[in-house]
C-alpha cells in the first residue's frame, strides 16, 4: 500500500515539475556579465551588452540565476543584472499591425532576431515597441514569455 502511495506521490511531483510555467527575465543594463558559476569569484565567461535581452531561467542558487539565451548560451548572472521580463524576440519574419487584427493596416515588416519592448498583450497579440515602430504582433514565432 505504501509503495503505491509512494509511487503516485513521486509521479505527480514529476508532472507538475514538467509543465511547471517556463521563468523569463530580462537584462537591466547594457553590459552584464555571465559566469561559470553562481559566485563573483567565478570567471566570466561572456558578456551581453544588450539592454532588455530576454532570457531563459533555468536555475537559481543564492543571489544569483542560470540562464540560457536563444542561441542555448547559458551562464549565472547576478539578480542585480535582471529584471521581470519585458520583451522578446522575432524568431520569423513578423509583420506589425496597427491594431491587433490580421485585417489591420500594417504598419512595417519585423526582421527575424529583432528584439521588441512588451507594452501589454491580449489574446493572441501584443502591442510592442520598436526602436522605429510601435503596434501590435501575433504571439506565435517568438522567443520570450508572454502573459
Not at 531561467?57 to 543564492?62: A, F, L, R, V, Y
Not at 540565476?65 to 542555448?72: E, F, G, H, P, V
Amino acid at each position: 500500500m505504501y509503495k503505491i502511495f509512494y509511487a503516485l506521490f513521486c509521479l505527480t511531483i514529476l508532472i507538475s515539475s514538467s509543465i511547471a510555467e517556463e521563468t523569463f527575465v530580462s537584462l537591466k543594463k547594457n553590459k552584464v556579465n555571465v559566469r561559470y558559476g553562481p559566485s563573483f569569484e567565478s570567471d566570466i565567461k561572456y558578456v551581453y551588452k544588450k539592454i532588455n535581452l530576454p532570457l531563459k531561467q533555468i536555475d537559481k542558487k543564492e543571489n544569483f540565476r542560470r540562464i540560457i539565451d536563444l542561441k542555448n548560451n547559458s551562464g549565472w548572472i547576478h539578480i542585480s543584472q535582471l529584471k521581470k521580463n519585458n520583451s522578446v524576440i522575432t524568431i520569423q519574419n513578423k509583420i506589425l499591425f496597427k491594431k491587433p487584427s490580421s485585417f489591420a493596416k500594417p504598419i512595417a515588416k519585423i526582421e527575424k532576431g529583432r528584439l521588441l519592448i512588451v507594452d501589454k498583450c491580449q489574446k493572441k497579440w501584443c502591442k510592442i515597441k520598436s526602436s522605429d515602430y510601435e503596434g501590435w504582433i501575433k504571439t506565435n514565432d517568438i522567443w520570450g514569455l508572454i502573459k
